[in-house]
């Protein structure tokens, strides 16, 4: 019983540490798309090209999608706002990506494998579910369930 209350007391502790985690994802996954959405944007047209070549239908539409979608949740995961909102298109970027370019590579992120893709859909999968946390213009803006 006294392991019980000892871990349940832990557990009331380590919830303080929830949005400076929230916090601290957000910008280490916003981090993680500056560069592919910068790389887009340097060279839209051979992106596109590289679209095309992968399959991906109407490939000009859809990397300028993929790079807009990238850099906004740049801003808007740094900033903790919409945080929910921007995570669902993000989470089709790393559908698409998994499955055009990483799969065929298996899992590992040596041989340029879905891990890393599959990581930040984990994560935006979390800001989905729990939102930007309290450290947020979301919290600031919409309340405290934000």
Known sequence: MRFKQSYLEFTRVSEYFQSLGLLLARL???YGFFEPAMMKWNDIGAVAEWF????????????YLAATT?????????LGLMTRLISLPLMMV??????TVHL?????????GFEIPLYYLLFLLLFLAEG??????????FGERN
Do not use: H, Q, T, Y
């Open 52 to 63: 095309g070549s992968l399959g991906i239908p109407w490939p000009v539409l859809n990397a």
């Open 28 to 30: 280490i996954i916003a």
């Open 104 to 112: 065929p590579n298996g899992f590992s992120a040596g041989n340029n």
């Open 70 to 78: 990238e850099m906004m949740g740049v801003v808007l995961l740094a």
């Open 132 to 141: 930007a946390g309290k450290f947020s213009l979301d919290r600031l803006f």
């Open 94 to 99: 790393m559908i698409v990506a998994i499955m």
